[in-house]
């Protein structure tokens, strides 16, 4: 199976209290580069990352690394506008595309990779989402049968509401830790991550 992987990494750091995320130690790298190493890792085909505020810092947070860098102008509109963004930009021929968020760095390239085999191997769907102790995570993966259908949508449709409207078609994945759903939009966020990272077998990109 060749997979895309689209990396959301535009938005503001409404929350953080004038500190973008996007740029922040993990404990060392920025986030953005922890994040996107570990998606790059994980075997997909393509990597894009989709950019938006501070465009030229995030960018030059990700030298070096083997990924297409997309510049969202409209990323103030919506998260989804990024999403369409980088579906836009893909390379045409994949057999699904992953939409990932670039604040999860909890997340490896251990677990990228075990969520494209469970799409791979799942029982039934063409949608699927990562699911901790009920509650619904990131990223989600979909057919590329779903592009046109987001696309033609623009800003009024897009992974969110493309679950809400085929509940049929989406296979719940359970996942094994809590990494998927773990939100970093605070500084109380950043801290509590960065305490996880610091623990004894803490994650690893």
């Known amino acids: 199976m060749k997979f895309s992987a689209i990396i959301l990494a535009a938005g503001e750091s409404l929350r953080m209290q004038g500190r973008h995320k996007m740029l922040l130690p993990a404990p060392v790298e920025p986030v953005v580069r922890r994040s996107t ?20 810092p995030v960018t030059d ?23 369409n963004a980088g579906l836009a930009a893909l390379t045409p021929g994949c057999d699904a595309v992953m939409v990932c968020l670039a604040d999860q760095i909890l997340l490896s390239s251990d677990d990228y990779a075990e969520l494209a085999l469970a ?11 990562p699911s ?38 989406v296979y719940l994945h359970e996942v094994k830790h809590d990494g998927y759903v773990s939100d970093l939009d605070t500084p109380q966020d950043y801290a509590r ?5 610091a623990e004894p077998g803490g994650f690893t990109p």
Not at 123 to 129: D, E, F, H, K, Q
Not at 154 to 162: P, V, Y
């Open 37 to 56: 190493q570990a998606i790059a890792a994980s075997g997909a085909h393509e990597v894009l990352v989709v950019t938006g505020h501070n465009h030229g």
């Open 61 to 83: 947070a990700l030298k070096g690394l083997s990924v297409r860098i997309i510049h969202n102008p409209n990323y103030a509109q919506g998260q989804m506008t990024s999403v």
């Open 119 to 129: 799409y791979q191997h799942r029982p039934y769907g063409s949608i699927l989402v």
């Open 132 to 169: 901790f102790q009920g509650q619904r995570g990131n990223p989600v993966m979909f057919h590329s049968q779903h592009i046109p259908e987001i696309l033609q949508g623009l800003r009024k449709l897009g992974c969110r509401k493309l679950i809400q409207d085929n509940p049929d078609a």
């Open 193 to 197: 991550i960065l305490k996880c990272l």
